[in-house]
């Protein structure tokens, strides 16, 4: 944060066309609502025995919580995102939405890394997919000039704590 506020030259502006664009999109929404719900009825459908309904409650719960706690973060520290006017400014807390005001944390990189953590808890196998997936989300927060590498940072250790958390709370 100490970089981005001194104004050092760290926000990308790039413009994705085409294919690349369209394929990026679909990866920043790992970890999101629709891709969350997807991945806790495919465990349910495809593993349905009690230690994965278990792990169906602590992906919804896990992630829905990160996702509510980002959200409390977000509107209770006012962080102005990239390209605006006063970017990078916190304003303080407010009760309304205002995008541009909700830069800090990353909210898709901590869900995305949330479903992550748990994921890799209950199909350890799976975590050189689920890894690149979030970690590529986290990225293209950064590259589509959403957040400031600080709000993606923030994101992924506040969705790897949050995690465990639902991990220990959920997961018997």
């Known amino acids: 944060m100490a970089l981005e506020r001194r104004g050092a030259p760290l ?3 790039l413009n994705f066309k085409g294919d690349i664009k369209r394929e ?20 349910w459908r495809l593993d349905g025995d009690s230690r ?5 409650w602590t992906v ?3 992630v829905l919580g990160t996702s509510l706690l980002a ?7 006012g962080r102005i995102r990239p390209g605006r006017d006063d ?11 205002a995008n541009f005001r909700e830069s800090f944390p990353s909210a898709h990189s901590a869900c995305a890394v949330a479903l992550t953590v748990i994921l890799c808890h209950f199909y350890p196998g799976g975590a050189v997919i689920f890894w690149p997936l ?7 927060r950064y590259l589509m000039d959403a957040h ?10 506040m969705g790897y704590g949050a995690a465990l958390v639902a991990i220990r709370l959920c997961a018997h």
């Open 11 to 13: 926000v990308l502006t």
């Open 24 to 43: 990026s999109r679909w990866v920043a929404q790992y970890g999101q609502f629709l891709c969350t719900l997807v991945a806790a009825m495919l465990i």
């Open 52 to 56: 994965h309904t278990n792990a169906v």
């Open 60 to 62: 919804l719960i896990g």
């Open 71 to 77: 959200t409390i973060i977000k509107r209770s520290l």
């Open 87 to 97: 970017a990078g400014q916190f304003l303080g807390p407010t009760f309304r939405h």
């Open 134 to 140: 979030a970690l590529t989300c986290a990225v293209l």
């Open 148 to 157: 400031w590498p600080s709000d993606v940072f923030g994101g992924i250790a």
